[in-house]
């Protein structure tokens, strides 16, 4: 059973820091998405990742992909109040095209 | 880019009652549809799987004579709620795989508060 793990589930950042959420899966997935969730809204997408050492950047966010240690970064630089939100990694069920969301990281950046 | 609309956006109903919501692709055949259902502070539960033309692939401890699954046509997928209770009440949203090899696209949500 594919299971993804994010940690950690909360996070209190300061302004202008750096911090990263990471994502585990537990078995092969050909692509892994994150997302942003604000309060009482659907997801927003952020980045789709493809293959082993994909890398892709908007902004303040990086994210990245290892496929044989089956995980994946969100790394935040400089941290700035608009990011507060629930950061959600997912990946895709080979059968079916499923996809399985991780529990959510919230997000609150303070001044 | 790829549209799905999702109505309502919020619905209040009484308990017993049964609710509708519909997700349209605005642009572009959506021959697949994901319910996921969100409680408060909590992930994205993936309910069922519909695939226009053909039944429903509920997941394992959801119940499909409780949430109806229809897939008429490749623009519209409805998920009903039926004899409605308390313990429905959630954020119910959908999904769609859009045009690209590997995008999805999420309809708005529909916040559902049974009284």
């Known amino acids: 059973e594919l299971k993804v793990e994010q940690n950690p589930l909360f996070l209190s950042m300061q302004e202008e820091k750096n911090y990263t959420i990471y994502c585990n899966y537990s078995?092969?997935?050909?692509?892994l998405y994150w997302y942003r969730q604000d309060p009482g809204k659907s997801l927003e997408s952020l980045f789709v990742?493809?293959?082993?050492?994909a890398v892709k950047q908007e902004g303040r966010l990086m994210a990245s992909l290892d496929t044989k240690a089956r995980l994946s970064t969100l790394h935040i630089t400089a941290a700035v109040h608009d990011l507060s939100a629930t950061y959600f990694c997912?990946?895709?069920?080979?059968?079916?095209?499923?996809?399985?969301f991780g529990q959510g990281t919230e997000l609150s950046v303070k001044p | 880019g790829a549209v799905v609309s999702q109505h309502p956006s919020w619905v209040i109903c009484k308990s017993g009652t049964s609710v509708k919501i519909e997700c349209r692709s605005l642009?572009?055949?959506?021959?697949?549809m994901f319910w996921y259902r969100q409680f408060p502070k909590q992930s994205l539960m993936l309910m069922a799987t519909?695939?226009?033309?053909?039944?429903?692939?509920?997941e394992q401890g959801v119940e499909k004579d409780k949430f109806l699954i229809n897939h008429a046509s490749l623009t519209l997928s409805t998920l009903t709620v039926t004899s409605a209770h308390p313990e429905d009440s959630s954020f119910y949203i959908c999904?769609?795989?859009?045009?690209?090899?590997?995008?999805?696209?999420f309809g708005s949500g529909t916040r559902l508060t049974v009284v």
């Open positions: 999904s769609a795989r859009d045009r690209t090899a590997y995008g999805y696209t």
């Open positions: 078995t092969t997935s050909d692509r």
């Open positions: 990742l493809l293959s082993n050492g």
């Open positions: 997912a990946v895709v069920k080979n059968q079916g095209g499923k996809l399985i």
């Open positions: 642009d572009f055949q959506a021959t697949t």
């Open positions: 519909s695939n226009e033309g053909s039944k429903a692939t509920y």
